[in-house]
């Protein structure tokens, strides 16, 4: 019984646990710090918060990050993502990107976001091209483009950003995306060189992770 509390102790702590909750630290300083089996009680008592936070989080619809709307139900694969923009709610991504791309992207640029993944660069530049300006999101995997499409959409840029659902590569083929993640992560997607997806247009700017 002991060693199924020590498993459980370290799912709240790296992937079960909102983070988002304001016990979370509290939570995470406890666990570290007792493992004697008489605290058992307790524990079951914080799995039982736990729970109702996890409930809760699937009655959450959207958050705003800079001014635009992210959908944040969760889904396959999109907990870990979900989690974070929820505790991003009010906040910034990746500060310093955010602010290069706004100091240098300008209205009637063409930009590319490589790794689009649910849309925060991708709306980010399609906010400062303006209504003359074009967005080129690449994004290969299947759990992420539903998000990705929803929140342009939600966000009122589906004049000027065209969604690729393919991996940049060198050249044509299928490869399991992202190539930096667990199997079970991954997607078999189609992969294009990026020069065939631009197809002779001018970039004015490209991101890329």
Partial sequence: MHGNIEREK??????????TSPFWNFLKSYLVNHTNISHQPFYKFLRFINNLLHFQRYF????VIDGHRFWVKPAH???????????????????????IIKENVKSGMTCIDIGASVGYFTLLFARQVGMYGHV???EPTDF???YLLKNIKINGYEDRVEVNNVGA???????????????YVQTEAPCMAVDDIV??????FIKMD
């Fill in 10 to 19: 370290k799912a709240l702590i790296t992937d079960g646990f909102d983070r």
């Fill in 60 to 63: 959450k619809r959207y958050v």
């Fill in 199 to 204: 197809a002779g247009r001018r970039v004015d």
């Fill in 144 to 146: 992420q483009q539903p």
């Fill in 136 to 138: 080129i999101a690449i």
């Fill in 169 to 183: 590569w060198d050249k044509t083929e299928t490869l399991w995306m992202p190539r930096n993640a667990p199997r």
């Fill in 77 to 99: 694969k999109m907990m870990m993502i979900t989690t974070d923009y929820i505790a991003l709610e009010g906040k910034i991504w990746e500060e310093e990107t955010t602010k």
